[in-house]
């Protein structure tokens, strides 16, 4: 069969890869063109766009790319009409992606499948109509969007498992546990680590990682291990590090993780990432208009949290620190719970178990994969 596949962005490209990946061991006849990244390239196909030429993120440089975001989204209509594949697989992306399935539905009889399904629980609820309208399948990866797609909108979606689970899963397998080791590769102390995950964009670092080094500095028989974002160059997070005793390590978040005893950590896959690993950890998200956004969470966004771990499990599991409460004091106090407190600690790792549970075992792409084509073949 032949597969249309559109990412716009990194995670999109691991994930579409994966996926692309268990197609091909279900349909040895698989033929992939995309508008995707190198990771998928590795997997084979025909690279249209990649991914790197669409993502604008934020309302300015978005409206400074205008002209190139349109020129992109004709090109891509374009193609899928010329190449006449056997379904359309959309990967997230929802501003892009959801423009492209609205114009396959009017304008041709392919098929449209939506793999990790568009957040509109937490924003922009209203795209329901557009996803009921323009969406043939819809595929999850969160166990608490069944409830939200079918309970509330009656729109019967596909619940396959999370991808984060595979990725950690595939980690701890193919990388034993050794400490000793991970202390001398890079050079650290022989004492317990607090791992500070400060985010993949500048404005996220720049807003959150100073706070959060000031609050891990307050526990000097810890040592602070920073998990530098690929993207981010050391000379970034020097303006921000200061005098702060910290150790650096780029490309190596999983392994920190492996080894961390306490995390402070922004909001995102990277909160499942630490439950996953079974690390405690308090979910800081400062922004410079907290109050406003403070506002918005009590009267506007219709989420009771922002971090993963909490909307998968559905109650407080981690401390979230978001906006006007992420200050020093409130973290330091969280951390000081979890390092004193082991009722406290041994509460939290309950909860990463329920959470662990309600996500399912590894396989979400051979999941997706195998429904896809059944329901194909249908």
């Known amino acids: 069969m032949k597969y249309y596949l559109i990412v716009g962005e990194a995670s999109g490209d691991l994930h579409a890869s994966h996926l692309m990946a268990a197609l091909k061991a279900e349909d040895p006849q698989a033929d992939f063109r995309f508008f995707g990244g190198d990771l998928m390239a590795a997997v084979g196909?025909?690279?249209?766009?990649?991914?790197?030429?669409l993502a604008y993120m934020g309302f300015i440089p978005v409206l400074l790319h205008l002209r190139t975001i349109f020129a992109n989204m004709k090109r891509c209509k374009g193609d899928i009409v010329s190449w006449q594949p056997d379904v359309v697989i959309l990967v997230d992306?929802?501003?892009?992606?959801?423009?492209?399935?609205?114009?396959?539905?009017?304008?041709?009889?392919?098929?449209?499948?939506?793999?990790?399904?568009?957040?509109?629980?937490?924003w922009k609820e209203y795209r329901i109509?557009?996803?009921?309208?323009?969406?043939?399948?819809?595929?999850?990866?969160?166990?608490?969007?069944?409830?939200?797609?079918?309970g509330k909108h009656q729109y019967p979606i596909h619940y396959v498992g999370n991808p984060t689970v595979d990725e950690v899963v595939a980690y701890q397998k193919a990388h034993p546990k050794n400490k000793d080791q991970f202390i001398a590769e890079?050079?650290?102390?022989?004492?317990?680590?607090?791992?500070?995950?400060?985010?993949?964009?500048?404005?996220?670092?720049k807003d959150n990682l100073p706070d959060m080094?000031?609050?891990?500095?307050?526990?000097?028989?810890?040592q602070l291990v920073l998990a530098g974002a690929p993207a981010i160059a050391p000379e970034y997070y020097k303006k921000y590090v200061?005098?702060?005793?910290?150790?650096?390590?780029?490309d190596q978040?999983?392994?920190?993780?492996?080894?961390?005893?306490?995390a402070l950590v922004t909001s995102g896959t990277a909160t499942l990432e630490t439950a996953l690993f079974r690390v405690p950890q308090v979910v800081c998200y400062y922004t410079p208009i907290g109050k406003v956004v403070s506002f918005l969470r009590r009267h506007i966004l219709t989420v009771k949290f922002i971090s993963l771990v909490n909307l998968i499990a559905d109650r407080e599991v981690v401390k979230e620190l978001v906006a006007d409460t992420m200050t020093v004091k409130n973290m330091q106090n969280e951390l000081k719970n979890i390092i004193e407190n082991e009722a406290y600690r041994n509460e939290m790792l309950l909860g990463y178990e329920y959470v662990a549970e309600r996500l399912g075992p590894a396989g979400a792409p051979c999941h997706a994969a195998r429904e896809m084509l059944r329901l194909l073949k249908k």
Request: hydrophobic share 40%.
């Open 253 to 262: 978040t999983y392994r920190l993780l492996q080894h961390a005893d306490v």
């Open 129 to 150: 109509k557009n996803i009921k309208r323009d969406v043939d399948e819809l595929f999850s990866i969160l166990p608490f969007e069944v409830e939200f797609f079918e």
């Open 242 to 250: 200061g005098e702060s005793k910290v150790k650096i390590i780029f």
């Open 186 to 205: 890079n050079q650290l102390e022989e004492k317990p680590v607090i791992a500070l995950l400060a985010g993949s964009r500048k404005q996220e670092i």
């Open 213 to 222: 080094l000031k609050a891990a500095s307050a526990f000097p028989d810890y």
């Open 93 to 122: 992306y929802p501003g892009f992606n959801l423009d492209i399935a609205k114009f396959v539905h009017a304008k041709t009889q392919i098929p449209v499948y939506y793999y990790i399904s568009p957040k509109i629980w937490a």
């Open 45 to 53: 196909g025909t690279m249209v766009k990649h991914y790197k030429e």
